[in-house]
Nanobody, 125 residues
Framework: QVQLVESGGGLVQAGDSLRLSCAASERAFVTYVMAWFRQAPGKEREFVGYIRPSGGTRYYADSVKGRFTISRDNAKNTAYLQMNSLKPEDTAVYYC??????????????????WGQGTRVTVSS
């Protein structure tokens, strides 16, 4: 059972940057696709982006493309979400998710069996 622990959330102002981390408990991390999702108050969870095990392929939601960057350090079993030019509409609880690639599209929450507890990001205007 993989455990994921997010960190790095907080309160920032619009235009600021923040980096979230997601640490995995298992060395099998290197075989997992790592993804980030977010859930704003009163809204459904939405896809942010993912990175394949090798780190060579990344995919982002249109709402964050050009502002957010996902990376991973397989030696540290950790994935990152670098968020730049933050906007108030980025306010949400951010979750990392992991699994090996399967049948579900990687932008879907159904593709992931393992989830972190979430870290809150609040962007003030």
């Amino acid at each position: 059972q993989v455990q994921l622990v997010e960190s790095g959330g907080g309160l920032v102002q619009a235009g600021d940057s923040l980096r979230l981390s997601c640490a995995a408990s298992e060395r099998a991390f290197v075989t997992y696709v790592m993804a980030w999702f977010r859930q704003a108050p009163g809204k459904e969870r939405e896809f942010v982006g993912y990175i394949r095990p090798s780190g060579g392929t990344r995919y982002y939601a249109d709402s964050v493309k050009g502002r957010f960057t996902i990376s991973r350090d397989n030696a540290k079993n950790t994935a990152y979400l670098q968020m730049n030019s933050l906007k108030p509409e980025d306010t949400a609880v951010y979750y990392c998710a992991a699994d090996q690639p399967g049948g579900a599209p990687l932008y879907s929450s159904r593709a992931y069996s393992y989830w972190g507890q979430g870290t809150r990001v609040t962007v003030s205007s």
